[in-house]
Every structure is written in structure tokens, then in C-alpha cells.
């Protein structure tokens, strides 16, 4: 049975430093790794897809990395600004799955501050 | 576009009572997910629809939950009786057909379900 943890929980830091956020998973048998970020109140917007064979995936200030072998996927985001305060979700995809069944991390909750 | 909506945006029932969330997806999308998160738990899979077609429901709690997408087009999820545990927000989700694994969910802000 997969299971995503994604640590730390909770997570500030001044604007301008970079952010650090860390997911695990313990079956490396996946199709694709997807990084989300939800406000409060508000759906879950998709940040970065990375494919299996890929090892990382870049959008302007984030980028995600994947070792599948080990499991993990960090992802950076530089420069951090108070607008990327919200919570960060990592939801591996299963292998041979017919459609998107996700199983996702706790979270980690991040404050940017001014 | 519009994106994937969701309503109530949140729901107060009394135990056993009987609730219905919906779901309307982006416009031909035929992938259509829900996923629900309790509290302190992590956010996990319900079901998923190919149109109107269930094509997985291994998530699917119990036999309280039933979901229906009539039409192929929005869709809807009953809990009869709602139980205390049912609390939580369900999360609706959408994307076109293409290669598994390859396309991007789209999800709505979610229904917040609160049990009484």
C-alpha cells in the first residue's frame, strides 16, 4: 500500500529565503509525481507534473526534483514572496492505473512573512 | 474556461440525515474524480467516472455513498444517512481523456460536509 509523508508539517520563513519542501513515498512503483498548492477555501491548483522517467520538472521560481529509486521528490521554490504562503500537497500517481487515482501527502503548511 | 464546481460549499446536517454534493466538470472533460479528506487525515481517492461509466470506486467508503454522473456530464454524490465520520471535504476533480497518467487534474474548491 503506497503511502505518501511529506514533512516538514508546518513551515516559516522571512521573504526572500527558499523554500524547501520534502515528500516521501514508499512504493517507487509510480506513473507520475504532482505537486499542488491549496489556499484556504480554495481547490487544489496543480504546480508541477513530472513523469516517472523524468528526474525533474522546472516552472519559473519552482522546480521539482524526483529520485524514484529512493522514493523522494523535493520541491524549490526560490525567492519566496508572501503570495506563496498556502499549503503545498505532493500526490503520487499509481502505476498502471486506468485514470488519475492520487494518493496524497499530509501537506506542509508554509507562511512567507513580510 | 469555467473551471470545476462544486456546490453547497459547505453543508451542515444532523446525523442520518441524507446529503447530496455536486459536481459540475470543466466542459468535456470525461475524467471526473472525487476525493475527500476527513479531518487530520490526508486527502484521498473516492471514485472515478469515464463519462457516465464508473471506472473505479475502490474508495468508496461504504454503502452509504453512492455517486451517479447521468449523462455523462455532471455529477453527484449522495451519503444516506450521513454518519458523524462523513465530516470532511469532498473534492471534485476533472480532466480530458488522454493517455493515463499523462493529463492534469483540474479540482474544485471542494464541499465541506459537517455532521452534526
Known amino acids: 500500500k503506497q503511502e505518501v509523508t511529506q514533512i516538514p508539517a508546518a513551515l516559516s520563513v522571512p521573504e526572500g529565503e527558499n523554500l524547501v519542501l520534502n515528500c516521501s513515498f514508499t512504493?517507487?512503483?509510480?506513473?507520475?509525481l504532482q505537486w499542488f498548492r491549496q489556499d484556504p477555501g480554495k481547490g487544489l491548483t496543480s504546480l508541477l507534473l513530472i513523469q516517472s522517467s523524468q528526474r525533474e520538472q522546472t516552472s519559473g521560481r519552482l522546480n521539482a526534483s524526483l529520485d524514484k529509486s529512493s522514493g523522494r521528490s523535493t520541491l524549490y521554490i526560490a525567492a519566496s514572496q508572501p503570495g506563496d504562503s498556502a499549503t503545498y500537497l505532493c500526490?503520487?500517481?499509481?502505476?498502471?492505473?486506468?485514470?488519475?487515482?492520487?494518493?496524497f501527502g499530509g501537506g506542509t503548511r508554509v507562511l512567507v512573512k513580510p | 474556461e469555467a473551471g470545476v464546481t462544486q456546490f453547497p460549499s459547505h453543508s451542515v446536517i444532523e446525523k442520518g440525515q441524507t446529503v447530496t454534493l455536486r459536481c459540475d466538470p470543466i466542459s468535456g472533460h470525461d475524467n471526473l474524480y472525487w476525493y475527500r479528506r476527513v479531518m487530520g487525515k490526508e486527502i484521498k481517492f473516492l471514485l472515478h467516472f469515464v463519462k457516465e461509466s464508473k471506472q473505479d470506486e475502490s474508495g468508496m467508503p461504504n454503502n452509504r455513498f453512492l455517486a451517479e454522473r447521468t449523462g455523462g456530464t455532471y455529477s453527484t454524490l449522495k451519503v444516506q444517512p450521513a454518519e458523524l465520520e462523513d465530516s470532511g471535504v469532498y473534492f471534485c476533480?476533472?480532466?480530458?481523456?488522454?493517455?493515463?497518467?499523462?493529463?492534469?487534474?483540474?479540482f474544485g474548491a471542494g464541499s465541506r460536509l459537517t455532521v452534526l
Open positions: 512504493d517507487s512503483a509510480i506513473y507520475n
Open positions: 500526490a503520487v500517481n499509481k502505476r498502471e492505473a486506468a485514470g488519475n487515482k492520487l494518493t
Open positions: 476533480a476533472s480532466s480530458p481523456l488522454a493517455p493515463s497518467g499523462a493529463n492534469v487534474l483540474t
